[in-house]
Nanobody, 130 residues
Framework: QVQLVESGGGLVQAGGSLRLSCLAS????????MGWFRQRPGKEREFVAA????????YYADSVKGRFTISRDGAKNTVYLQMNTLKAEDTAVYYC???????????????????????WGQGTQVTVSS
């Protein structure tokens, strides 16, 4: 079992930055691919970014590419999402997720699919005012 706790959400003006953190506990953090998803009001949960179990491979939705950066710190069991140049349409609840922990090598389709992730955090609200 893996427990995920997000933090770092809040209210920011358009053009500003926020950094989300996700603390993982329970099992070997390094073997899990980690993802960030978001759910905007009235919309389905959507993929934002992911990082492979080794930390070397990162994946992004087109809507955030060039503005958001995902990273992980194995020593702290934490994954981060640095969000820059925020837009009003980035307003959403952001969820951290972890896959099944089999430390495999997969395609973008795998990392961007909600069904690939077995564990989810409770979410943190990000509100961008225009």
């Amino acid at each position: 079992q893996v427990q995920l706790v997000e933090s770092g959400g809040g209210l920011v003006q358009a053009g500003g930055s926020l950094r989300l953190s996700c603390l993982a506990s329970g099992r070997t953090f390094s073997s899990y691919a980690m993802g960030w998803f978001r759910q905007r009001p009235g919309k389905e949960r959507e993929f934002v970014a992911a990082v492979g179990w080794g930390g070397g491979n990162t994946y992004y939705a087109d809507s955030v590419k060039g503005r958001f950066t995902i990273s992980r710190d194995g020593a702290k069991n934490t994954v981060y999402l640095q969000m820059n140049t925020l837009k009003a349409e980035d307003t959403a609840v952001y969820y951290c997720s972890a896959d099944h922990g089999r430390a495999g090598y997969y395609t973008y389709d795998y990392y961007s699919s909600k069904s690939s992730y077995a564990y989810w955090g409770q979410g943190t609200q990000v509100t961008v005012s225009s």
